[in-house]
């Protein structure tokens, strides 16, 4: 897909590496090691880190949570990316995101 990934062990790290780092695109999980990935995401955002865009990755992200958190959700990230997924899968919902 020609994109330069990179990769942090829990959310805090990743906080860390969007202080310090501009990035396109951001997958996170909405489970993760010290924080939630929508906690991740709203920390996130107050950093100057440009136009970046957002994904949730989950496996549950419409069954585990209420129809309102699910509305908070849609509003905070660019899209959602269901596991299992694909490359192609991938590529189409940071593609469909511009």
């Known amino acids: 897909m020609g994109l330069e990934v990179d990769e942090a062990d829990d959310g ?3 906080l860390d590496k969007v202080a310090e780092n501009k990035y396109d695109y951001i997958c996170t999980d909405m489970k993760m090691l010290k924080m939630q ?3 991740f995401i709203t920390e996130a955002k107050k950093l100057p880190n440009g136009n ?3 994904f ?3 496996g549950g992200v419409t069954t585990n949570y209420s129809d309102i958190k699910n509305i908070d959700l849609s509003q905070l990230a660019s899209g959602y990316i269901q596991k ?3 490359e192609k899968s991938l590529y189409k919902a940071l593609s469909e995101s511009e």
Request: proline share 7%; net charge neutral.
């Open 52 to 54: 970046t865009k957002y």
């Open 56 to 58: 949730i990755i989950t």
């Open 37 to 39: 990935g929508d906690q």
């Open 84 to 86: 299992p997924f694909t």
């Open 12 to 14: 805090l790290t990743g």
